[in-house]
């Protein structure tokens, strides 16, 4: 009886010190909001604080729901306050900062970024490689959730720093490629670290970093090579309030996607040779799938329609046909026939892992391919 009275005792003490943790969180947030509230002042529009009123909503419920990846967000906010109390000077490209004010810099915060997801992948693939040792994913898990919270940050830092250079250059930094990709370096990492809270999923995780190795790669070379790091005026398209809302939620989408598409690898090799009994069980692998497509067919619905709204306000009409509008149209059919066949029609195994796959193909053509190869109204996102 006693064991199971100091049992009872102990969910109900983990209880309450999750809700206060919460509850300090929820507090943490309402001061970042309020503070923010007091620099818009009476000049913030509707827009303005409609769509902070959605951020805070979003970061209380996400709390609520995974305390864990709250903890990475506050982290990052308070590293991104603490850069940016580096005194204000030249830009980082500029040359003529001090070492410490450098490594106050976003362009710095990415570059660790970066070497923590190679770090990361690394570690999971020596996990995969001797799943008897733990400390390879421990390691490995915490240079992820690091890379997470300077990529957040170092997009914060960056928001401050567009306004340092001046009002007419300041703006949220989800404009450009190179913003973007660190965006989805976020979005993909917490995805994936929420998905690694499922133990079983966990010997899928050197699969899953794939995707950021790809992404900081990427924006490795195109930050190198096209000096992409350097903070541009806005393209009068892009001066929206639509593109604070379109943006995070297409690449939510596509993080979504992308991983799917790992797990799908990962359950095409759980079938054969060695590797097969060191990866999650097939099952386990298509559930994880599944609920990784639902969700970014849900938010990349949502930027489809606010694309759309955006589009009748620059341009004069909800669709037009133009290429990148063509691909995402695809991109949607496509996953809203994978999630009828999973659902309606019950098909598994193999098959909708290989469609996961190739759809990874058409996801990575509807974001990168078009623009380096089609024309079009939204040229001023090409290579």
Not at 63 to 84: E, M
Not at 187 to 202: F, K
Not at 344 to 368: E, N, S
Request: glycine share 10%; aromatic share 12%.
């Amino acid at each position: 009886m006693e064991t199971v009275e100091s049992l009872q005792w102990a969910r109900a003490s983990g209880a309450a010190r999750t809700f206060s943790e919460w509850r300090v969180h929820a507090l943490l947030y309402a001061a970042v909001a309020s503070w923010a509230a007091l620099r818009l002042g009476p000049q913030g529009s509707a827009w303005d604080w409609g769509i902070g009123a959605l951020a805070l909503a979003a970061a209380l419920l996400g709390a609520q729901r995974w305390l864990g990846g709250s903890r990475l967000v506050l982290a990052a906010l308070g590293l991104a306050a603490a850069a940016a109390l580096a005194p204000a000077g030249e830009p980082p490209w500029a040359g003529s900062r001090s070492a410490g004010v450098m490594l106050a810099s976003s362009q710095a915060l990415v570059l660790g970024m970066t070497l923590l997801v190679l770090a990361s992948f690394a570690g999971f693939v020596a996990a995969l490689a001797a799943p008897a040792r733990s400390w390879p994913m421990q390691g490995a898990g915490r240079a992820l959730q690091a890379s997470v919270v300077l990529g957040l940050a170092a997009l914060l830092l960056r928001w401050v720093e567009s306004y340092r250079l001046g009002a007419h250059l300041g703006h949220i930094p989800i404009s450009n490629l190179y913003e973007v990709l660190v965006l989805f370096v976020v979005i993909s990492g917490l995805l994936q670290l929420r998905l690694m809270a499922r133990g079983e999923l966990r010997q899928a995780a050197a699969l899953m970093s794939v995707v950021s190795v790809a992404a900081v790669g990427f924006l490795s070379w195109y930050a190198l090579s096209r000096g992409a790091d350097e903070i541009q005026p806005l393209v009068p398209a892009l001066d929206s309030y639509w593109m604070k809302l379109h943006v995070p939620a297409n690449f939510i989408g596509y993080g979504a996607f992308c991983l799917a598409a790992m797990l799908g690898v990962a359950r095409l090799l759980a079938d054969h040779g060695r590797l097969g009994p060191r990866l999650p069980a097939p099952a386990a692998l298509e559930v994880a799938m599944h609920r990784l497509i639902g969700l970014g067919f849900v938010f990349f619905t949502v930027a489809t329609i606010l694309g759309a709204l955006w589009a009748a306000e620059a341009w004069g009409g909800y669709w037009s046909w133009d290429p990148k509008e063509t691909w995402a149209l695809i991109v949607w059919l496509n996953y809203a026939a994978w999630l009828h066949v999973r659902l309606v029609k019950g098909y598994g195994g193999r098959f909708i892992a290989w469609w996961a796959v190739i759809g990874l193909l058409v996801t990575l053509f509807a974001f990168l391919g078009v623009n380096m190869y089609l024309a079009g109204m939204h040229s001023y996102g090409g290579l």
